[in-house]
Protein backbone atom coordinates (compact mmCIF):
# COMPACT_ATOMS: atom_id res chain seq x y z
CA UNK A 1 0.00 0.00 0.00
CA UNK A 2 1.41 3.54 -1.14
CA UNK A 3 0.25 6.33 0.89
CA UNK A 4 0.86 9.94 -0.20
CA UNK A 5 -0.81 13.33 1.11
CA UNK A 6 -4.38 12.96 -0.38
CA UNK A 7 -4.58 9.65 -1.80
CA UNK A 8 -4.59 6.03 -0.28
CA UNK A 9 -4.01 3.27 -3.28
CA UNK A 10 -4.50 -0.47 -2.96
CA UNK A 11 -3.80 -1.93 -6.03
CA UNK A 12 -5.57 -5.09 -7.16
CA UNK A 13 -7.53 -6.31 -10.23
CA UNK A 14 -10.58 -8.74 -10.25
CA UNK A 15 -13.25 -10.09 -12.95
CA UNK A 16 -16.89 -10.08 -12.44
CA UNK A 17 -19.41 -10.31 -14.48
CA UNK A 18 -21.74 -7.85 -16.54
CA UNK A 19 -25.26 -7.80 -17.93
CA UNK A 20 -25.01 -10.10 -20.53
CA UNK A 21 -22.67 -12.46 -20.11
CA UNK A 22 -20.21 -10.13 -20.77
CA UNK A 23 -17.07 -10.15 -18.13
CA UNK A 24 -15.49 -6.89 -17.07
CA UNK A 25 -12.23 -6.18 -14.64
CA UNK A 26 -12.20 -3.86 -11.87
CA UNK A 27 -9.43 -2.35 -10.47
CA UNK A 28 -9.66 -2.12 -6.63
CA UNK A 29 -9.02 1.36 -5.06
CA UNK A 30 -9.69 3.20 -2.45
CA UNK A 31 -9.74 7.11 -3.04
CA UNK A 32 -9.76 9.91 0.08
CA UNK A 33 -10.41 12.87 -1.00
CA UNK A 34 -8.42 14.61 -3.93
CA UNK A 35 -6.02 17.69 -3.22
CA UNK A 36 -7.73 19.78 -6.13
CA UNK A 37 -11.61 19.18 -6.43
CA UNK A 38 -13.07 19.00 -9.34
CA UNK A 39 -15.23 21.37 -10.51
CA UNK A 40 -17.77 20.39 -12.55
CA UNK A 41 -18.47 17.65 -14.92
CA UNK A 42 -17.76 13.86 -14.44
CA UNK A 43 -15.64 14.09 -10.93
CA UNK A 44 -16.16 17.76 -11.10
CA UNK A 45 -13.99 18.19 -14.14
CA UNK A 46 -14.57 19.21 -17.89
CA UNK A 47 -14.35 16.00 -19.89
CA UNK A 48 -13.70 16.00 -23.45
CA UNK A 49 -13.46 12.82 -25.71
CA UNK A 50 -10.66 12.54 -26.99
CA UNK A 51 -11.94 11.96 -30.25
CA UNK A 52 -12.28 15.77 -30.07
CA UNK A 53 -8.79 16.94 -29.44
CA UNK A 54 -7.10 19.05 -31.27
CA UNK A 55 -4.77 16.76 -32.99
CA UNK A 56 -2.91 19.45 -35.06
CA UNK A 57 -1.38 19.96 -32.03
CA UNK A 58 2.16 20.95 -32.21
CA UNK A 59 2.77 18.26 -29.63
CA UNK A 60 2.55 15.71 -31.75
CA UNK A 61 4.32 17.13 -34.63
CA UNK A 62 7.97 15.56 -34.00
CA UNK A 63 10.74 17.09 -35.74
CA UNK A 64 11.01 15.65 -39.28
CA UNK A 65 13.00 15.89 -42.22
CA UNK A 66 16.45 16.42 -39.98
CA UNK A 67 18.61 13.94 -42.01
CA UNK A 68 18.44 13.05 -45.79
CA UNK A 69 19.04 8.95 -46.24
CA UNK A 70 21.92 8.28 -48.83
CA UNK A 71 19.88 8.08 -52.30
CA UNK A 72 19.18 4.68 -53.79
CA UNK A 73 21.23 5.42 -57.87
CA UNK A 74 19.12 2.37 -59.29
CA UNK A 75 15.98 3.35 -57.99
CA UNK A 76 14.51 4.25 -61.44
CA UNK A 77 15.99 1.12 -63.36
CA UNK A 78 14.03 -1.94 -64.19
CA UNK A 79 15.06 -4.99 -61.22
CA UNK A 80 16.68 -6.48 -64.65
CA UNK A 81 19.18 -3.67 -64.44
CA UNK A 82 18.86 -2.75 -60.74
CA UNK A 83 21.04 -2.71 -57.89
CA UNK A 84 20.06 -2.73 -54.21
CA UNK A 85 19.51 0.06 -51.75
CA UNK A 86 22.92 1.62 -50.42
CA UNK A 87 24.11 -0.73 -46.97
CA UNK A 88 23.98 2.53 -44.91
CA UNK A 89 20.02 2.03 -45.28
CA UNK A 90 20.61 -1.26 -43.63
CA UNK A 91 22.86 0.80 -40.57
CA UNK A 92 22.92 4.35 -40.69
CA UNK A 93 21.72 5.87 -37.40
CA UNK A 94 20.63 8.69 -39.68
CA UNK A 95 18.38 6.53 -41.98
CA UNK A 96 17.01 5.58 -38.79
CA UNK A 97 16.02 8.41 -37.79
CA UNK A 98 15.05 9.34 -41.00
CA UNK A 99 12.78 5.89 -41.36
CA UNK A 100 10.74 6.62 -37.75
CA UNK A 101 9.01 9.56 -39.14
CA UNK A 102 9.15 9.13 -43.19
CA UNK A 103 8.25 5.26 -42.69
CA UNK A 104 6.69 4.23 -39.66
CA UNK A 105 4.57 7.65 -38.57
CA UNK A 106 3.35 7.59 -42.24
CA UNK A 107 2.05 3.83 -43.04
CA UNK A 108 -0.61 1.95 -40.76
CA UNK A 109 1.16 -1.00 -38.82
CA UNK A 110 0.13 -3.82 -37.23
CA UNK A 111 0.27 -4.10 -33.75
CA UNK A 112 -1.50 -7.17 -32.58
CA UNK A 113 -4.85 -8.92 -32.92
CA UNK A 114 -8.49 -8.98 -31.82
CA UNK A 115 -8.08 -12.04 -29.68
CA UNK A 116 -6.07 -10.41 -27.30
CA UNK A 117 -9.06 -7.71 -26.23
CA UNK A 118 -11.98 -9.93 -25.27
CA UNK A 119 -13.62 -7.95 -22.86
CA UNK A 120 -13.79 -4.40 -21.74
CA UNK A 121 -10.67 -2.99 -19.76
CA UNK A 122 -8.41 -5.65 -21.57
CA UNK A 123 -5.36 -3.80 -23.23
CA UNK A 124 -1.52 -4.49 -24.34
CA UNK A 125 1.03 -1.96 -25.00
CA UNK A 126 3.86 -1.90 -27.11
CA UNK A 127 6.29 0.49 -29.13
CA UNK A 128 7.06 1.10 -32.76
CA UNK A 129 9.76 3.29 -33.61
CA UNK A 130 9.79 5.85 -31.35
CA UNK A 131 5.98 6.16 -30.14
CA UNK A 132 4.80 3.99 -27.21
CA UNK A 133 1.28 2.82 -27.52
CA UNK A 134 -1.54 1.27 -25.02
CA UNK A 135 -4.48 -0.56 -27.16
CA UNK A 136 -7.58 -1.56 -24.96
CA UNK A 137 -11.04 -2.47 -25.12
CA UNK A 138 -13.47 0.13 -23.67
CA UNK A 139 -16.60 0.08 -21.82
CA UNK A 140 -18.87 0.19 -25.10
CA UNK A 141 -16.52 -2.69 -26.28
CA UNK A 142 -14.94 -0.30 -29.00
CA UNK A 143 -10.85 -0.70 -29.37
CA UNK A 144 -8.93 2.19 -29.23
CA UNK A 145 -5.53 3.01 -28.92
CA UNK A 146 -3.93 5.87 -26.93
CA UNK A 147 -0.21 6.74 -26.78
CA UNK A 148 1.51 5.40 -23.74
CA UNK A 149 2.52 8.89 -22.08
CA UNK A 150 1.49 10.31 -19.33
CA UNK A 151 0.31 13.90 -19.74
CA UNK A 152 2.19 15.04 -16.63
CA UNK A 153 5.71 14.21 -16.87
CA UNK A 154 5.58 11.52 -19.78
CA UNK A 155 6.20 8.08 -17.65
CA UNK A 156 4.13 5.01 -19.14
CA UNK A 157 0.74 4.65 -17.67
CA UNK A 158 -0.09 1.33 -18.78
CA UNK A 159 2.45 -1.66 -18.69
CA UNK A 160 2.48 -4.64 -20.55
CA UNK A 161 -0.78 -6.54 -20.72
CA UNK A 162 -3.92 -6.70 -18.32
CA UNK A 163 -7.17 -6.12 -17.68
CA UNK A 164 -8.45 -2.52 -15.64
CA UNK A 165 -11.01 -0.16 -15.33
CA UNK A 166 -8.64 2.88 -15.71
CA UNK A 167 -5.51 3.67 -16.05
CA UNK A 168 -3.17 5.17 -13.13
CA UNK A 169 0.50 6.36 -13.99
CA UNK A 170 2.64 4.92 -11.53
CA UNK A 171 4.56 7.60 -11.31
CA UNK A 172 2.36 9.82 -9.55
CA UNK A 173 -0.94 8.47 -9.82
CA UNK A 174 -2.72 10.46 -12.40
CA UNK A 175 -5.45 9.04 -14.22
CA UNK A 176 -7.42 8.07 -17.39
CA UNK A 177 -10.35 6.24 -18.17
CA UNK A 178 -10.47 3.74 -21.05
CA UNK A 179 -11.44 6.46 -23.22
CA UNK A 180 -8.15 8.35 -22.47
CA UNK A 181 -9.97 10.57 -20.76
CA UNK A 182 -8.26 12.13 -17.82
CA UNK A 183 -9.93 11.14 -14.43
CA UNK A 184 -8.07 13.00 -11.51
CA UNK A 185 -4.88 13.50 -9.62
CA UNK A 186 -3.51 14.78 -6.58
CA UNK A 187 -1.98 17.83 -5.35
CA UNK A 188 -2.93 19.88 -8.05
CA UNK A 189 -4.27 22.42 -5.21
CA UNK A 190 -3.38 25.88 -6.84
CA UNK A 191 -2.74 25.00 -10.19
CA UNK A 192 -4.08 27.91 -12.60
CA UNK A 193 -5.65 27.26 -16.22
CA UNK A 194 -5.88 23.30 -15.85
CA UNK A 195 -8.48 21.82 -17.67
CA UNK A 196 -9.33 18.16 -17.96
CA UNK A 197 -10.36 18.30 -21.35
CA UNK A 198 -6.28 19.20 -22.09
CA UNK A 199 -4.83 16.41 -20.06
CA UNK A 200 -6.35 13.15 -22.18
CA UNK A 201 -4.25 11.16 -23.39
CA UNK A 202 -3.30 11.16 -27.09
CA UNK A 203 -5.20 9.04 -29.14
CA UNK A 204 -4.33 7.05 -32.17
CA UNK A 205 -5.86 5.96 -35.34
CA UNK A 206 -7.08 2.70 -34.84
CA UNK A 207 -8.64 0.56 -37.72
CA UNK A 208 -8.98 -3.50 -37.55
CA UNK A 209 -8.81 -5.82 -40.74
CA UNK A 210 -10.26 -9.57 -39.57
CA UNK A 211 -8.23 -9.96 -36.44
CA UNK A 212 -5.85 -7.93 -37.62
CA UNK A 213 -5.26 -4.21 -35.47
CA UNK A 214 -3.23 -1.59 -36.80
CA UNK A 215 -2.23 2.33 -35.78
CA UNK A 216 -1.44 4.95 -37.91
CA UNK A 217 0.75 7.40 -35.98
CA UNK A 218 -0.35 10.39 -38.94
CA UNK A 219 -2.82 12.56 -37.67
CA UNK A 220 -3.14 14.23 -41.02
CA UNK A 221 -6.70 14.23 -42.43
CA UNK A 222 -5.97 13.73 -45.36
CA UNK A 223 -3.99 10.22 -44.18
CA UNK A 224 -5.10 7.08 -45.95
CA UNK A 225 -8.33 4.40 -43.78
CA UNK A 226 -6.35 0.80 -43.48
CA UNK A 227 -8.63 -0.30 -46.30
CA UNK A 228 -7.84 2.66 -48.75
CA UNK A 229 -3.95 1.68 -48.01
CA UNK A 230 -4.41 -2.42 -48.70
CA UNK A 231 -6.36 -1.64 -51.60
CA UNK A 232 -6.41 -4.93 -53.88
CA UNK A 233 -4.06 -6.25 -51.59
CA UNK A 234 -6.47 -6.36 -49.39
CA UNK A 235 -8.74 -8.17 -51.35
CA UNK A 236 -6.50 -10.55 -52.44
CA UNK A 237 -5.88 -11.06 -48.67
CA UNK A 238 -9.44 -11.84 -48.08
CA UNK A 239 -9.59 -14.45 -51.16
CA UNK A 240 -6.69 -16.39 -49.29
CA UNK A 241 -9.00 -16.01 -46.20
CA UNK A 242 -6.91 -14.55 -43.83
CA UNK A 243 -9.03 -12.76 -42.24
CA UNK A 244 -11.24 -16.20 -41.62
CA UNK A 245 -13.38 -16.20 -38.57
CA UNK A 246 -12.90 -20.07 -38.08
CA UNK A 247 -9.45 -19.38 -37.79
CA UNK A 248 -8.48 -19.65 -33.61
CA UNK A 249 -5.24 -17.54 -32.00
CA UNK A 250 -3.64 -20.05 -30.06
CA UNK A 251 -0.13 -19.60 -29.36
CA UNK A 252 2.95 -16.09 -29.93
CA UNK A 253 6.78 -16.42 -29.91
CA UNK A 254 9.45 -13.70 -29.81
CA UNK A 255 12.44 -13.49 -31.69
CA UNK A 256 15.41 -10.78 -30.86
CA UNK A 257 17.16 -9.90 -34.30
CA UNK A 258 20.49 -8.26 -34.71
CA UNK A 259 19.59 -6.71 -38.18
CA UNK A 260 17.69 -3.84 -39.38
CA UNK A 261 14.10 -4.62 -39.74
CA UNK A 262 14.87 -4.36 -43.59
CA UNK A 263 16.72 -7.19 -43.38
CA UNK A 264 14.30 -9.29 -41.84
CA UNK A 265 11.76 -8.23 -44.66
CA UNK A 266 14.61 -8.92 -47.44
CA UNK A 267 14.91 -12.42 -45.88
CA UNK A 268 10.91 -13.10 -46.21
CA UNK A 269 10.52 -11.09 -49.90
CA UNK A 270 13.15 -12.78 -51.55
CA UNK A 271 10.93 -15.59 -52.91
CA UNK A 272 12.16 -18.42 -51.52
CA UNK A 273 14.97 -17.80 -53.49
CA UNK A 274 17.09 -18.86 -50.12
CA UNK A 275 14.35 -21.74 -49.07
CA UNK A 276 16.67 -24.81 -50.83
CA UNK A 277 19.70 -23.79 -49.39
CA UNK A 278 18.54 -22.70 -45.85
CA UNK A 279 14.92 -24.09 -45.43
CA UNK A 280 15.45 -28.07 -46.40
CA UNK A 281 12.43 -29.15 -44.48
CA UNK A 282 10.04 -26.12 -46.14
CA UNK A 283 11.31 -27.47 -49.24
CA UNK A 284 9.92 -30.52 -49.09
CA UNK A 285 5.95 -29.16 -48.18
CA UNK A 286 6.27 -26.20 -51.18
CA UNK A 287 6.82 -26.72 -54.90
CA UNK A 288 10.05 -23.99 -54.92
CA UNK A 289 9.98 -24.20 -58.24
CA UNK A 290 6.47 -22.99 -59.04
CA UNK A 291 6.77 -19.52 -56.57
CA UNK A 292 5.59 -16.68 -57.92
CA UNK A 293 4.80 -13.48 -56.37
CA UNK A 294 2.08 -10.70 -57.53
CA UNK A 295 2.25 -6.99 -56.00
CA UNK A 296 -0.43 -4.80 -55.16
CA UNK A 297 0.51 -0.88 -53.62
CA UNK A 298 1.56 -1.93 -50.63
CA UNK A 299 0.94 -5.53 -50.46
CA UNK A 300 2.71 -8.67 -52.13
CA UNK A 301 1.98 -12.03 -52.48
CA UNK A 302 4.12 -14.57 -52.77
CA UNK A 303 2.25 -17.80 -53.58
CA UNK A 304 3.54 -21.84 -53.86
CA UNK A 305 2.19 -24.79 -55.22
CA UNK A 306 2.42 -27.68 -52.79
CA UNK A 307 5.23 -30.25 -53.72
CA UNK A 308 3.14 -32.72 -55.64
CA UNK A 309 2.35 -36.42 -53.69
CA UNK A 310 4.66 -37.87 -55.95
CA UNK A 311 7.47 -36.19 -54.89
CA UNK A 312 7.67 -35.87 -51.68
CA UNK A 313 9.81 -37.43 -50.00
CA UNK A 314 9.53 -41.00 -48.52
CA UNK A 315 12.62 -41.57 -46.64
CA UNK A 316 11.61 -40.77 -42.85
CA UNK A 317 12.23 -36.76 -43.74
CA UNK A 318 8.57 -36.21 -44.26
CA UNK A 319 7.15 -35.84 -40.87
CA UNK A 320 4.03 -34.33 -39.28
CA UNK A 321 5.71 -31.01 -39.28
CA UNK A 322 5.84 -31.16 -42.75
CA UNK A 323 2.31 -32.67 -43.05
CA UNK A 324 0.52 -29.79 -41.29
CA UNK A 325 1.65 -27.46 -44.37
CA UNK A 326 0.18 -29.73 -47.10
CA UNK A 327 -3.20 -30.99 -44.93
CA UNK A 328 -6.47 -29.50 -45.69
CA UNK A 329 -7.98 -28.63 -49.44
CA UNK A 330 -4.42 -29.33 -51.39
CA UNK A 331 -4.26 -25.03 -51.45
CA UNK A 332 -0.93 -24.10 -51.64
CA UNK A 333 0.58 -21.70 -48.90
CA UNK A 334 -0.22 -18.10 -49.72
CA UNK A 335 2.17 -16.04 -47.95
CA UNK A 336 0.87 -11.87 -47.81
CA UNK A 337 3.87 -8.67 -46.43
CA UNK A 338 1.51 -5.76 -45.65
CA UNK A 339 4.25 -3.24 -45.64
CA UNK A 340 5.33 -2.33 -43.97
CA UNK A 341 5.65 -4.56 -40.79
CA UNK A 342 3.64 -7.69 -41.27
CA UNK A 343 3.88 -10.87 -43.28
CA UNK A 344 0.68 -13.29 -42.91
CA UNK A 345 1.24 -16.94 -44.11
CA UNK A 346 -1.45 -18.72 -44.75
CA UNK A 347 -2.06 -22.33 -44.92
CA UNK A 348 -5.00 -24.68 -45.49
CA UNK A 349 -5.47 -25.46 -41.61
CA UNK A 350 -3.59 -22.73 -39.90
CA UNK A 351 -2.00 -19.43 -40.48
CA UNK A 352 0.85 -17.43 -38.21
CA UNK A 353 1.70 -13.72 -38.75
CA UNK A 354 4.90 -11.55 -38.43
CA UNK A 355 5.21 -9.12 -36.68
CA UNK A 356 8.26 -6.74 -37.40
CA UNK A 357 9.52 -4.30 -34.64
CA UNK A 358 11.97 -2.13 -35.50
CA UNK A 359 14.30 -1.21 -32.50
CA UNK A 360 17.20 0.96 -34.07
CA UNK A 361 19.62 0.59 -36.82
CA UNK A 362 20.61 -3.02 -36.40
CA UNK A 363 18.07 -4.43 -33.87
CA UNK A 364 14.42 -6.03 -34.23
CA UNK A 365 12.05 -8.08 -32.96
CA UNK A 366 9.69 -10.45 -34.76
CA UNK A 367 6.50 -11.53 -32.62
CA UNK A 368 5.19 -14.29 -34.26
CA UNK A 369 1.23 -15.48 -33.87
CA UNK A 370 -0.66 -18.95 -34.47
CA UNK A 371 -3.99 -19.67 -35.25
CA UNK A 372 -5.23 -22.85 -35.60
CA UNK A 373 -8.39 -24.01 -38.03
CA UNK A 374 -11.08 -24.62 -35.23
CA UNK A 375 -11.46 -27.90 -36.33
CA UNK A 376 -7.80 -28.76 -34.73
CA UNK A 377 -8.65 -26.96 -31.15
CA UNK A 378 -7.66 -29.77 -28.76
CA UNK A 379 -5.58 -31.63 -30.81
CA UNK A 380 -2.02 -30.59 -28.87
CA UNK A 381 -0.16 -33.14 -30.99
CA UNK A 382 -1.10 -31.07 -34.47
CA UNK A 383 -0.95 -27.57 -32.85
CA UNK A 384 2.48 -28.37 -31.71
CA UNK A 385 4.04 -29.92 -34.95
CA UNK A 386 3.00 -26.71 -36.33
CA UNK A 387 4.78 -24.66 -33.88
CA UNK A 388 7.63 -26.26 -34.09
CA UNK A 389 8.05 -26.70 -38.05
CA UNK A 390 7.71 -23.13 -37.74
CA UNK A 391 9.75 -21.97 -35.52
CA UNK A 392 12.54 -23.90 -36.67
CA UNK A 393 12.00 -22.07 -40.09
CA UNK A 394 12.18 -18.70 -37.95
CA UNK A 395 15.66 -20.00 -36.37
CA UNK A 396 17.31 -20.75 -40.00
CA UNK A 397 16.46 -17.05 -40.78
CA UNK A 398 17.07 -15.11 -37.81
CA UNK A 399 20.73 -17.00 -37.39
CA UNK A 400 21.09 -15.70 -41.82
CA UNK A 401 19.75 -12.63 -40.98
CA UNK A 402 22.11 -11.61 -38.18
CA UNK A 403 24.90 -13.01 -40.41
CA UNK A 404 23.77 -10.45 -43.41
CA UNK A 405 23.87 -7.51 -40.93
CA UNK A 406 27.46 -8.50 -39.74
CA UNK A 407 28.35 -8.34 -43.88
CA UNK A 408 26.11 -5.09 -44.42
CA UNK A 409 28.36 -3.36 -41.64
CA UNK A 410 31.35 -4.10 -43.66
CA UNK A 411 33.30 -1.79 -46.11
CA UNK A 412 33.60 -4.48 -48.18
CA UNK A 413 29.97 -4.34 -49.23
CA UNK A 414 27.68 -1.77 -50.38
CA UNK A 415 25.21 -2.74 -53.17
CA UNK A 416 24.11 -5.98 -54.79
CA UNK A 417 21.89 -7.64 -57.66
CA UNK A 418 18.35 -8.85 -57.29
CA UNK A 419 17.48 -12.38 -59.00
CA UNK A 420 14.73 -10.84 -60.90
CA UNK A 421 12.02 -13.38 -60.77
CA UNK A 422 12.43 -14.44 -57.53
CA UNK A 423 13.18 -11.03 -56.07
CA UNK A 424 10.98 -8.90 -57.49
CA UNK A 425 8.44 -8.77 -53.86
CA UNK A 426 11.64 -7.59 -52.17
CA UNK A 427 12.35 -4.97 -54.48
CA UNK A 428 8.80 -4.00 -54.87
CA UNK A 429 9.27 -3.45 -51.12
CA UNK A 430 12.65 -1.60 -51.43
CA UNK A 431 10.25 0.92 -54.22
CA UNK A 432 7.77 1.44 -51.29
CA UNK A 433 10.35 2.80 -48.95
CA UNK A 434 12.26 4.53 -51.75
CA UNK A 435 9.11 6.34 -51.90
CA UNK A 436 8.54 7.17 -48.34
CA UNK A 437 11.92 8.77 -48.17
CA UNK A 438 12.00 10.63 -51.25
CA UNK A 439 8.40 10.57 -52.64
CA UNK A 440 8.43 8.93 -55.48
CA UNK A 441 7.76 5.42 -56.66
CA UNK A 442 9.76 2.80 -59.55
CA UNK A 443 8.00 2.97 -63.16
CA UNK A 444 9.01 -0.50 -63.69
CA UNK A 445 6.74 -2.89 -61.63
CA UNK A 446 7.13 -6.24 -63.36
CA UNK A 447 4.11 -8.03 -64.27
CA UNK A 448 4.22 -11.90 -63.28
CA UNK A 449 2.20 -15.48 -63.54
CA UNK A 450 -0.90 -14.55 -61.09
CA UNK A 451 -2.50 -17.05 -59.12
CA UNK A 452 -6.48 -17.60 -60.39
CA UNK A 453 -7.51 -17.41 -57.04
CA UNK A 454 -6.10 -14.21 -56.59
CA UNK A 455 -6.12 -12.92 -59.71
CA UNK A 456 -9.92 -13.58 -60.32
CA UNK A 457 -11.12 -11.09 -57.40
CA UNK A 458 -8.28 -8.70 -57.68
CA UNK A 459 -8.86 -7.90 -61.48
S1 LIG B 1 4.26 11.22 -14.98
FE1 LIG B 1 2.32 10.36 -14.81
S2 LIG B 1 1.57 11.15 -12.98
FE2 LIG B 1 3.49 12.09 -13.16
FE1 LIG C 1 13.37 -17.99 -44.69
Known amino acids: ?10 AGTSVRSRP ?12 AEPAVRPQNGLNGYEQLSPSTVNLDSAVLQAPFQRFSPQPWATANKPIEEASTPPSSWYKSPDTWE ?38 CMGEDGELRAFHNVCRHHAAPVANGTGCTQRFECPYHGWEYDLEGRFRGATQLKGIKAFYAKDQALWPIRLETWGHFIFLLFDNS ?24 SDLVHVHQDQYHLNCNWKVYNDNYLDGCYHCSFAHPGL ?10 NVMYEKVSFQVSPLTPPEARPSNGEWDDIIASRVE ?9 FVYPNVMVNRYAM ?32 WTRGVIAGEDQVQREDVSLCDLVQEGLQSNAYDVGRYAPEPESAMWHFHQLVHKDFFGHFGQHVPQYPIDDRIHNVAE
Open 1 to 10: MQISAGLVSA
Open 20 to 31: GGRQQCSRVRCV
Open 98 to 135: YEKESVFSKNWLYVGHTGSLKKPGDFFTGKMADNTYVV
Open 221 to 244: PNAPKLRESLQKGGIAMEAAEMEA
Open 283 to 292: SMAIDVDAYH
Open 328 to 336: GDGRGPQYA
Open 350 to 381: WMDTLQVIPQGPNKCQVNIDYWIHKSKLGDEE
